[in-house]
């Protein structure tokens, strides 16, 4: 087991190299191969590039797994800190063929957080609406007057925002709606936290305890949580759905209306 933390080593091409529990990651060109520390001989560094040379039987070539492109000191802080951790080879016995305890497949794509899925759609959503008013741009410039591009970015530029914000609420306030009915409600407790003065507690069906913030100082709470993902959580009686629903239909209107005009542009007159 490893005494020492064992950094992660990230390299060209999207390559890197970790400890996992007994063995090493290697993730390069969507494979991955897992090398118990069994198999390894021992860990090579030259400047920025880091070999992991395996055990071989006398007169066998060992095999090599070379990284490169990581930085010099992680380099050196994770040599020093697999070969700690690499199991002691009994006196006398015969030597191991690692390449044979190597195994290799597909590489698994961690999954992202939920920050990382919103920020991914909001990225996608910010291009998808550049390259829409661009193209249309393009169009109005050769089929009327290229003063309406300005048109087509003052109703593009807002018709698009408005879009993406209603399309990235909408989750949020229908669960607002739909946790209350088909979803599990339960008691939430005051916290009595000072550090903490909006904090409530409750428990799901699995019995772990969780956490839900609100400002209405009361002492109970009941709030519904999705049963597939309890951290999905709203207060039961549905206090504000109303107005978020409000704001999200208004904001939806505007952006129905600008993306028409932003549409009806090249065939308006000048």
Known sequence: MPITPIPVLRGAKRTDLRADGGELVLRRAGREHRIPYEAVALVHTERRAVEVRLRAPEGTPPAVYRVEGVSAAAAAAFARAVHAALPPVPAGSAAVDGAALVTTGPAEREPLTPREAFGRRVRRMVWISVLAIAAMSVLVSFVTHPVM????????????????????L??????????????????????????????????????????????????????????????????????????????????????????????????MPV
């Open 149 to 168: 591009m300005i048109f087509v970015w003052l109703t593009g530029g807002v018709g698009f925002a408005f879009a993406c914000a209603v399309l990235l």
């Open 170 to 267: 909408l989750p949020a306030v229908t669960e607002r709606w739909r946790l209350p009915r088909h979803g599990i409600t339960v008691t939430a407790e005051y916290a009595h936290s000072s550090a903490e003065p909006t904090l409530y507690l409750y428990g799901d069906l699995e019995g772990n305890t969780r956490t839900y913030y609100d400002t209405s100082g009361r002492l109970r709470l009941e709030v519904s949580y999705d049963p597939a993902d309890p951290s999905r959580v709203v207060r039961a009686d549905g206090k504000g759905r109303r107005l978020q629903a409000a704001v999200l239909a208004s904001a939806a209107a505007i952006a129905a209306l600008a993306l028409l005009s932003f549409l009806a542009t090249p065939f």
